[in-house]
């Protein structure tokens, strides 16, 4: 597989989260930890189709320790800290320090073999990170507060929990993306025990607050983590992570195509600024500068 592929296999990703936020919103009044594993349930039976037609394909959850302790601290670490720093701090906040993932991304990207940062590669992450901020606030800006420091830091740690399962993603491409589906499974467990132990169960009203549990688990919680798994891996890591603010503007786009919201001139200069940046960040991809293929890495387990 080429790496121009897996980059637009991975981009698929970034498309599904912009609609985690309609998704979320059509869900009804379920609370976070119980939607996240009701959500990830179904992303994990994403992955167990393939063993109807490949039963060997089971044997590829026999990984490291490691290799799991990424993969679940990846997807149930970040999901906690975002969800914690959501209850400790203002939601705007709580959400522009959670979004500055994709900029690390791209700042660690640098640490892999083969991978050069670049300075087009920051100017467009920095952009996106402008524009992301635009739609988070709403152009009005922010207040540092310090009784939510501890909301503060739980945003921060999200932010470098799930840059750091996607960058440390490169670093064990031989493993197969059939193992997110065991990563899935157990980030449903463990959001079921936060949700017994800080949540009251609250089920889906009717038909279509059911019916947006599944597309969060098909999508947004399900699909998005295998494409992401295998653009981390095989993909141009830098695009992927500047291109990831596209996710929230195009999440804002979308409330507002189903009258969830309003288009404002934050939310156009947004555009402006998130657009801009994706062209600039995929200078290399536009012009065939990038390898085609990834180099080899080291694992964190036997190759």
């Known amino acids: 597989m080429t790496r121009n592929r897996a980059t637009l296999i991975g981009a698929t990703s970034i498309l599904n989260w912009s609609f985690l936020a309609l998704f979320t919103a059509a869900s009804g009044t379920v609370p976070p930890f119980q939607l996240s594993a009701m959500a990830f349930a179904v992303g994990a039976l994403v992955g167990m189709v393939r063993w109807i037609k490949q039963p060997q394909a089971i044997h590829q959850l026999k990984q490291p320790l490691l290799v799991w302790l990424l ?3 990846g997807l149930f670490g970040y999901h906690f800290f975002y969800f914690t720093s959501l209850r400790n701090a203002p ?20 640490l892999l073999p083969g991978e050069k940062l670049r300075v087009h590669h920051i100017v467009g992450a920095l952009m996106g990170l402008i524009g992301a ?3 988070v606030t709403k152009g009005r800006g922010i207040e540092v507060e310090p009784q939510y420091a501890f909301g503060y830091a739980i945003g921060i740690c999200g932010a470098l929990t799930w840059s750091s399962y996607s960058v440390l993603s490169r670093r064990v491409a ?3 993306t059939n193992a997110v589906t065991g990563f899935c499974a157990a980030t449903a467990i463990l959001s079921l025990l936060c949700h017994f132990i800080w949540e009251q169960t609250v089920w889906p009203a009717d038909l279509g607050q059911w019916l ?9 919680l399900g699909t998005a983590f295998y494409t992401w798994d295998l ?11 500047a291109g ?24 156009g200069g947004a555009c402006v600024l998130i657009t801009a940046g ?7 991809m536009i012009f065939g500068k990038r390898p085609k293929t990834p180099p080899p890495t080291t694992g964190l387990g036997p190759e």
């Open 91 to 110: 939601p705007v906040d709580a959400g522009l320090i959670n979004y500055l993932w994709p900029l690390l991304i791209v700042l660690f990207s640098a």
């Open 71 to 73: 993969g679940i601290g």
């Open 231 to 241: 653009g981390m891996k095989k993909g141009d890591i830098q695009l992927l992570g």
């Open 244 to 267: 990831a603010y596209l996710a929230p503007l195009l999440s804002t786009l979308i409330l507002i195509g189903f009258g969830l919201g309003e288009f404002t001139l934050a939310i």
């Open 174 to 176: 031989h493993v197969p």
């Open 133 to 135: 901020a635009l739609i």
């Open 278 to 284: 994706a062209l600039v960040a995929s200078k290399d």
């Open 212 to 220: 947006a549990v599944l597309g969060l688990g098909l999508g947004p």
